[in-house]
Each structure stands twice: as structure tokens, then as C-alpha cells.
């Protein structure tokens, strides 16, 4: 069974600064799919970003990238100049082929001003 | 982003109570699904719909009761609900439920309190 771990319950970061959220999974397959989602707290969860395991490229969503180290079976998200409204819940996902879509717990981002 | 829309917001019942939460989607999926969310667990995943049929069915209790009528409503029926069973209901939906890299999009969910 596919397993996602999110280590870090909680993070804050200053406005403009940058800040990174952990993410590794564990699974036997060697095509899958990795997504982070944004929850604030009007609680709908919304896609950031999203890598295919067959891409060496890492994702960038403007101020949203990834770091994706396959070996490592790592996937962690960077924020670039924080803003207010990156205050939220963040959940990093998984899936394979043919197989459901298993989140982790959640790490919640306060953005200090 | 209002394409997936989930009444009520807020629901309170007690444990001998029947009601039913409604999700409703403007973006011609073919996909449906419902989520439970609880304070520091993984999203649990209840039920997927794919064109209207049941597809998957995670174990969840009988006193959950699922129903489809078109691919853009899903309802989930409630009755003698448990105390363990207040969460967050989130339902979404996706293009395809069997591509792995169709994106989900959810609703606001449905805060759910059992007294």
C-alpha cells in the first residue's frame, strides 16, 4: 500500500520569505503521479501543483515549485515570497495508475506579516 | 473557483436524526466522489461514482448511504449516525475517476457535528 508522511504538523514563515513543506511517500510502483493541494480556511481544497514521476523536470507553478528527488521517494514544495493568502492546510498526494489518490495529514502554513 | 458546490455548510444531528448532504457539479465531470476529513488523519476516501455507477466503496459503514442521480449531483444519506462520524464531508470531482492525472476539485464541504 502506497503511504504518504507529512512531518511537519506545523509551519510558519514571514511574509516575502521563503519557506519549504516536507513531503515523502513510500510505494513499489515506478510511474505515479504527486500533487500538492491548498486548503485555507474557506476549507476548498484546491490543486497547486502537480509532477509525473517520469519528468526529471522539477514543477513550477509561479511562485510554487517542487523538489522532486525520485530516489529519495521525496516530494517537498517550495513558496517563494510568501503571501498572506498562503495561509492554509497543505496536503501532498499520491497516485498510480489505476489506483486511488492517498494524501498525507497535512502541514498548516501561517504566513506572519 | 465555485464548480463543485456542497450544502449545507454546517450540519448538527443527533444520533437518531436522518438528513442527507448535497454536492452539486458544474464542470462536466464524469467522476464523483466523497471524502471524510478528520482533525490529523489522511483524507479517507468513502465513495467514487463514474458516471453515475458506485465504482468504489472503502468499507464505509451502512449508515452511510450514497446515491447518484446524474453525473452532476451526489448525495450522501445520513441515519443513526455515531458521535465519531463529526468531521468534514468534502465531495469532489474529476474528468476521469481511472487517469491518474485528472485533477480533483472540491467543494467547500459540509461541517458535520453528531450530538
Known amino acids: 500500500a502506497q503511504t504518504v508522511t507529512q512531518s511537519q504538523p506545523e509551519m510558519s514563515v514571514q511574509e516575502a520569505e521563503t519557506v519549504t513543506l516536507s513531503c515523502t511517500y513510500d510505494?513499489?510502483?515506478?510511474?505515479?503521479?504527486l500533487f500538492w493541494y491548498k486548503q485555507p480556511p474557506s476549507r476548498q481544497m484546491i490543486l497547486v501543483i502537480r509532477q509525473e514521476a517520469y519528468k526529471q523536470q522539477n514543477a513550477t507553478e509561479n511562485r510554487f515549485s517542487v523538489n522532486f528527488q525520485k530516489a529519495a521517494k521525496s516530494f517537498s514544495l517550495k513558496i517563494s515570497d510568501s503571501q498572506l493568502g498562503d495561509t492554509a492546510m497543505y496536503f501532498c498526494a499520491f497516485t498510480s495508475s489505476g489506483d486511488k489518490l492517498t494524501f498525507g495529514t497535512g502541514t498548516r502554513l501561517a504566513v506572519r506579516p | 473557483e465555485t464548480g463543485v458546490t456542497q450544502t449545507p455548510r454546517h450540519l448538527v444531528m443527533g444520533m437518531t436524526n436522518k438528513k442527507s448532504l448535497k454536492c452539486e457539479q458544474h464542470l462536466g465531470h464524469n467522476a464523483m466522489y466523497w471524502y471524510k476529513q478528520s482533525a490529523k488523519k489522511p483524507l479517507e476516501l468513502m465513495f467514487v461514482y463514474s458516471l453515475e455507477e458506485r465504482v468504489e466503496n472503502n468499507s464505509v459503514p451502512s449508515r452511510f448511504s450514497p446515491e447518484c442521480p446524474n453525473s452532476s449531483h451526489l448525495f450522501l444519506h445520513l441515519h443513526t449516525l455515531q458521535p465519531e462520524d463529526s468531521a468534514l464531508y468534502l465531495c469532489?470531482?474529476?474528468?476521469?475517476?481511472?487517469?491518474?492525472?485528472?485533477?480533483?476539485?472540491f467543494g467547500n464541504g459540509t461541517r458535520l457535528t453528531v450530538t
Open positions: 510505494t513499489s510502483e515506478n510511474n505515479y503521479y
Open positions: 469532489a470531482s474529476s474528468q476521469e475517476p481511472d487517469r491518474p492525472n485528472s485533477p480533483l476539485h
